[in-house]
């Protein structure tokens, strides 16, 4: 009986902590339904900047990079978006894959 509650137990947790991370795919997939239209392509975009500065941009919830959006009128119509519940919940999604795709991953996304 002690096997079954402790194999249940560590499924749960694998599970668990799988959902709970972070996933590439994800993340294209944000950025191709909110951010492909003013920035283009998620390989160039990604790749413009290095995994540290995607990871500063990213930190806290994608703060600092809904804050670049706020502040510049030419961003206006990503206004709502970066306002809205569903950034902050994808923010790890669109982190993940922005710095697995960085410039210095030396990683190409499959496809746009």
């Known amino acids: ?58 930190d806290k919830k994608g703060e600092k990079l809904a804050d670049i959006h706020l502040s510049s009128k030419k961003a206006q119509p990503s206004w709502k978006y970066f306002e809205s519940r569903a950034f902050t919940r994808g923010a790890k999604h669109l982190e993940d894959f922005v710095v697995e795709y960085a410039s210095d991953s030396g990683n190409v996304p499959a496809c746009n």
């Open 1 to 58: 009986m002690r096997t079954l509650y402790a194999t249940v137990a560590i499924f749960t947790l694998v599970t668990g902590s799988t959902m709970l991370s972070a996933a590439t795919y994800k993340g294209q997939k944000i950025y191709i339904e909110s951010c492909k239209e003013c920035h283009g392509g998620g390989q160039e975009f990604a790749a413009s900047k290095k995994q540290r500065v995607w990871e500063k941009l990213m």
